[in-house]
């Protein structure tokens, strides 16, 4: 069974931190490219992060988070981590885990459920 979970989302002050993670299971993650995404009430879901397939080089970040966030990924442990350091008020809502790519001719695009963060001011 195919499957995306988010955890390590919470409740912190303003320049706090959290260290999200995305563990996948069913499929040979090591081969995906992963997108973090963000979705704060209300709004649209917007990207925050991408991560290159075996070994994550060359990562890419949303404009707003440069150099506060940082993408990376253990294979081994088939897992993606986003610590998310300086938080502000404005990254609070969901984030979700997205993990795609053409694997042996067939596209494949499988998400998460989410996991909460809130940043109190």
């Known amino acids: 069974q195919v499957q995306l979970v988010e955890s390590g989302g919470g409740h912190v002050q303003t320049g706090g931190s959290l260290r999200l993670s995305c563990e996948a299971s069913?499929?040979?993650?090591?081969?995906?490219?992963v997108r973090w995404y963000h979705q704060a009430p209300g709004k649209e879901r917007e990207f925050v992060a991408f991560?290159?397939?075996?070994?994550?080089?060359?990562?890419r970040y949303a404009d707003s988070v440069k150099g506060r966030f940082g993408i990376s990924r253990d294979n081994a442990k088939n897992t993606v981590y986003l610590q998310m350091d300086s938080l502000k008020p404005e990254a609070t809502g969901t984030y979700f885990c997205?993990?795609?790519?053409?694997?042996?001719?067939?596209?494949?695009?499988?998400w998460g459920q989410g996991t909460q963060v809130t940043v109190s001011s």
């Open positions: 997205n993990a795609y790519g053409t694997i042996d001719g067939s596209w494949n695009d499988y």
């Open positions: 069913g499929f040979t993650f090591t081969n995906y490219k």
């Open positions: 991560i290159s397939p075996y070994t994550g080089g060359g990562p």
